[in-house]
């Protein structure tokens, strides 16, 4: 089994900074990496699939990268409606699919 | 517009049987995977299994295994998440996802499934 490890838990950002999260994969998964935002009793939303493609409707301020095993979702100005939980999770190899712990982003 | 719709809370009593569904509409539904995702209260994505509309070919987490069933209708275009027996630990809520054609992350969620299961 493929182990995520995401860093670091709680992110505290000041709206209009840039927040950087990370990724990590036990294992390569090459670019089989997808980004996930939930908010408070909300279910989760794709932001990214393939390490780095945004899914549909995402704003460009949303990015990612990586490859193998580091893999990094940047977003380049927090809007109020950024702060939430992001998972990240592999589907290199599956079953089983497995995500990350998640990082939170709060206000700062 | 593409969706999958879940059916609403349960509140069981630890012992109970009970059978969650999750239905899609907008799209070719045997063309696609639809997966569940535990949550439990606090924590993070637990994901529990998957099955293949179009033949119900059905994969489970190593960790889940035998403690639910994942099965489906492909004529009405649903999966359904079962357990034969809940327990307390069972309470979370519950999400459906579709597996995306292009690759394998989950494109569209459920609005969730919350169980409750308690004496």
């Known amino acids: 089994e493929i182990v995520m490890t995401q860093s670091p838990a709680t992110l505290s950002v000041s709206p209009g900074e840039r927040a950087t999260l990370s990724c990590r994969a036990s294992q390569s998964v090459s670019s089989n990496l997808a980004w996930y935002q939930q908010k408070p009793g909300q279910a989760p939303r794709l932001l990214i699939y393939?390490?780095?493609t945004r899914a549909t409707g995402i704003p460009a301020r949303f990015s990612g990268s990586g490859s193998g095993t580091e893999f990094t979702l940047t977003i380049s100005s927090l809007q109020s409606e950024d702060f939430a939980v992001y998972y990240c999770?592999?589907?290199?190899?599956?079953?089983?699919?497995?995500f990350g712990g998640g990082t939170k982003v709060e206000i700062k | 517009e593409v969706q999958v719709v879940q059916s609403g809370a349960e509140v069981k009593k630890p012992g109970e049987s009970l059978k969650i569904s999750c239905k899609g509409s907008?799209?070719?539904?045997?063309?696609?995977?639809i997966g569940w995702v535990r949550q439990m209260p606090g924590k993070g994505l637990e994901w529990m299994g998957i099955i293949y509309l179009g033949d119900s070919d059905t994969r489970y987490s190593p960790s889940l295994q035998g403690q639910v069933t994942i099965s489906a209708d492909k004529s009405i275009g649903t999966a359904y998440l079962q357990w034969s027996s809940l327990k307390a630990s069972d309470t979370a809520m519950y999400y459906c996802?579709?597996?995306?054609?292009?690759?394998?992350?989950?494109?569209?969620w459920g609005q969730g499934t919350l169980v409750t299961v308690s004496s």
């Open positions: 996802a579709r597996l995306g054609r292009l690759h394998d992350a989950f494109d569209i």
């Open positions: 999770q592999q589907y290199k190899n599956w079953p089983p699919l497995t």
């Open positions: 393939g390490a780095s």
């Open positions: 907008g799209y070719s539904f045997t063309n696609y995977w």
